[in-house]
């Protein structure tokens, strides 16, 4: 039996959509490997990025760039502006379902680890 779950990432870039491109792929690659999860069990992916990367949009990033994204709904804004916030990050929170004992793998990468350290 499987239930719903939200998994959630983050990933420092740098403002090139080469690199938010490959690193938005490395993410969510990680997470869908780490978990275990298959494509037709993803529902929706929300994004959000921090105002100093506007190279390209995270939704078309995984769409047009990493050849994934499927079908899902995919939807991005824009983080606060919060004093002392991680600068040039995306993060990640994805729907999905997962049998109903999964341990769950959250995916903090290149820099964004200082997020979650709880999270290693």
């Known amino acids: 039996m499987k239930r719903l779950y939200a998994l959630r990432g983050a990933v420092q870039c740098e403002n090139t959509a080469e690199d938010i491109c490959g690193q938005i792929g490395i993410m969510y690659d990680e997470l869908l490997s780490r978990n275990k999860l298959e494509t037709q069990d993803i529902v929706s992916i929300i994004f959000s990025v921090t105002d100093d990367l506007?190279?390209?949009?995270?939704?078309s990033a995984l769409?047009?760039?990493?050849?994934?994204?499927g079908d899902y709904s995919l939807f991005s804004v824009q983080e606060p502006n919060c004093k002392n916030s991680l600068?040039?990050?995306v993060r990640v929170i994805i729907?999905?379902?997962?049998?109903?004992?999964?341990?769950?793998h959250h995916v903090y990468l290149n820099g964004a680890e200082v997020l979650r350290p709880d999270r290693k």
């Open 54 to 59: 506007d190279a390209v949009n995270p939704s």
């Open 63 to 69: 769409r047009k760039y990493s050849g994934g994204a």
């Open 87 to 89: 600068e040039r990050t």
């Open 95 to 104: 729907h999905c379902y997962l049998p109903h004992d999964s341990a769950i």
